[in-house]
């Protein structure tokens, strides 16, 4: 394992064309994750003994996320299938619970939009936890990491 933490990290996040492309807004949002998640990140393939820092390239395959790494200069590192079914649940009700922060801005009590962005901030803890778990042994990332992997996950569910 490299000597150098600082290179246990992507320095790039590509979508392959298979993510296909959407409306300015979610395009926003994708290139925002992924920005985030590039700002700030500890990743590194489980075992690899060279050198990062990497290179991400996240591709769609039935219902299958695709990880591409590669090193910096792109020589191929890993290719890991993370099945998305196991994030189904949680996904769909961050989306619930984000509309109904969304109209509580506009409408509720100080109260009461806290109460619901907690729940918000813990179903986006709940699906950072559960890709960590399924990256467990294949790529290792802190829990910040996962948690801006989780965000770019769900952006990417999002059809504006």
């Known amino acids: 394992m490299s000597s150098d933490p600082r290179n246990a990290r992507l320095v790039d996040v590509e979508l ?21 998640l590039i700002e700030d990140n500890s990743f590194r393939p489980a075992g690899d003994t060279g050198e990062g820092p990497y290179k991400l390239k996240l591709s769609l395959v039935s219902s299958k996320l695709v990880f591409s790494v590669t090193r910096e200069n792109g ?29 509580a801005i506009r ?16 179903l986006h803890n709940e699906g950072s936890q559960t890709l960590v778990d399924r990256l467990a042994g294949k790529i290792e990332v802190d829990f910040n990491t996962a948690r801006r992997l989780f965000t770019l996950v769900c952006v990417l569910h999002w059809r504006g």
Do not use: N, W
């Open 107 to 122: 409408s509720s009590t100080p109260s009461h939009i806290e109460a619901i962005d907690m729940g918000r901030r813990g």
């Open 16 to 36: 392959d064309e298979s993510i296909g492309r959407s409306t300015p807004d979610v395009e926003h949002e994708r290139a925002v994750a992924i920005f985030d």
């Open 75 to 103: 020589e191929a590192v890993i290719t890991h299938i993370l099945s998305l079914t196991p994030f189904r649940r949680v996904v769909k009700d961050y989306f619930l619970i984000c509309e109904s922060y969304y109209e």
